[in-house]
């Protein structure tokens, strides 16, 4: 079955530190993959996206994710944290070709100030 | 630019009772999705309609319907509230035509006592 792994359930960094947030998928193919962020009492926004090409891609509010397939993993990345990124990200996997996305359970970062 | 919106923002129910969660997004997209938010799970489907006059089941489907009205709406029931549906329940939509990604509304608090 397909599925989504994300091995962190909580990480705290202090602010300007770097940060990976990791994350696994079982899947055949290559899905579309996804991270969103998710603040406090809010809906879910979209990070960045991989569909095909270059593996290493670029979202918004500094972060990028790189892909590896030889890992079926699309780690998440930023070089230098800001308090203001204190959230939870999922990432997502998309089957291509279904109708269907497949969350994983979550991160929550909180950052020191 | 309003997106994906949900309505109501928080309901409380008691048991047994029965109630109707709308979604309406005016991107016009294709498909769109219910999934709920438990904490430690992740977003689980429950029911996608990937297209006008189709719908189909997700994840966890058991207890709900839905009803895709028109290529803008998509409401989910409750038939008979359980306590088991107290979650946090959110509405996406795409056009997977286009290969977007799914676009989140700011979801319903729901509480079942």
């Known amino acids: 079955a397909q599925s989504v792994t994300q091995p962190d359930i909580h990480i705290t960094v202090s602010e300007g530190a770097s940060l990976e947030l990791r994350c696994n998928y079982s899947?055949?193919?290559?899905?579309?993959l996804f991270w969103y962020v998710q603040s406090p009492g809010q809906g879910l926004q979209l990070l960045l996206k991989?569909?095909?090409?270059?593996?290493l891609v670029q979202g918004i509010k500094g972060f990028e994710a790189e892909f590896k397939r030889s890992q079926s993993s699309f780690n998440l990345r930023k070089p230098s944290v800001h308090w203001s990124d204190a959230a939870e990200y999922f990432c997502?996997?998309?089957?291509?070709?279904?109708?269907?996305?497949?969350f994983g359970t979550g991160t929550r970062l909180k950052v020191l100030a | 630019n309003a997106g994906v919106t949900q309505t109501p923002k928080f309901q409380v129910l008691k048991t047994g009772q029965s109630m109707t969660l709308q979604c309406a997004q005016d991107m016009n997209h294709n498909s769109m999705y219910w999934y709920r938010q438990d904490p430690g799970m992740g977003l689980r489907l429950i029911y996608y309609s990937a297209s006008e006059g189709t719908t189909d089941k997700g994840e966890v489907p058991n207890g709900y319907n839905v009803s895709r009205l028109n290529k803008r709406e998509f409401s989910l029931r409750l038939e008979s509230a359980a306590p088991s549906q107290t979650s946090v329940y959110f509405c996406a939509s795409n056009h997977r035509d286009f290969n977007t990604e799914a676009f989140f509304g700011q979801g319903t608090r729901l509480t079942v006592v």
């Open positions: 997502a996997v998309s089957p291509g070709g279904t109708y269907k996305y497949i």
């Open positions: 991989y569909f095909s090409g270059d593996t």
């Open positions: 899947y055949g193919a290559t899905p579309y």
